[in-house]
């Protein structure tokens, strides 16, 4: 069956569509970056000290990534920010809904999150977050996040997350300076193209870094006095 001009638009968008995206990954014209499996360098933003690397790994559909970057404020204020779930969704990428869902401990809990990707259908996710805290000893903070997706009944119309498995590592260069370095693989299930996830994977990273950059600075976190919800540092 032939298809006339006017039902032929709609195919010819969607495949300008994806070709457009595709070629602002960085890594289409790259011969090598299928078989690649090392870090390959695809965002790096100097002025806002943003680094973004990816791999393809043999037991993975997507690309893993490694991120950097730094914050202008303490290990404390860098805290605050990152361990208010309610609050994700002022900065962190496409994020329209957040929560905390169990506080397990002063140093676990859990988050739901729902997310707006383009060219997707909404999906949303639950992650285990657990802290291990600052020592003078180790000279960092680490976050571990993982995705559940079991924790709560999977709510119609949204497509459940079923990889989010992320490593924060957080390190205070100065006494107003934080490096942030993460490592690790999202898989956002149901019908995700490759081509759409990945171009995904490097843009969400660097626009949260961006909105936590900008969130670190607002009072409420950087002069705020009040104990956090959750063990960030240990004397």
């Not at 043999?58 to 609050?87: H, I, P, W």
């Not at 802290?131 to 119309?157: C, H, N, Q, R, W």
């Not at 759409?196 to 969130?215: C, D, E, H, V, W």
Request: with cysteine; charged share 25%; net charge positive.
């Amino acid at each position: 069956m032939r298809m006339n001009k006017w039902q032929m638009i709609p195919v010819m968008l969607c495949f300008i569509g994806a070709q457009g995206w595709a070629d602002d990954d960085g890594l289409t014209n790259m011969p090598s970056a299928r078989g690649n499996k090392d870090w390959m360098l695809v965002k790096d933003d100097r002025m806002h000290q943003i680094r973004i690397e990816v791999k393809q790994e043999d037991d993975k559909k997507f690309r893993s990534m490694r991120v950097s970057a730094v914050m202008d404020a303490s290990l404390e204020t860098v805290a605050r920010v990152q361990f208010d779930a309610d609050n994700l969704k002022r900065w962190f990428w496409s994020t329209s809904e957040s929560r905390l869902l169990k506080k397990v401990s002063d140093r676990e809990f859990y988050y739901y999150q729902v997310f707006n990707a383009p060219l997707m259908p909404e999906r949303d996710s639950v992650v285990h977050a657990v802290v291990e805290p600052y020592t003078a000893k180790k000279g960092f903070m680490v976050l571990k996040m993982s995705a559940a997706p079991d924790y709560i009944p999977p709510k119609p119309g949204l497509v459940r997350m079923v990889a989010q498995d992320l490593v924060f590592k957080f390190t205070p260069i100065e006494k107003d300076k934080t490096l942030i370095v993460f490592e690790g693989y999202i898989n956002p299930g149901g019908f995700s193209p490759a081509w759409a996830t990945n171009f995904i994977q490097r843009k969400s990273p660097y626009s949260s870094l961006l909105g936590m950059q900008r969130m670190v600075q607002l009072p409420e976190y950087r002069d705020a006095t009040g104990p956090l919800p959750f063990t960030y540092k240990e004397e």
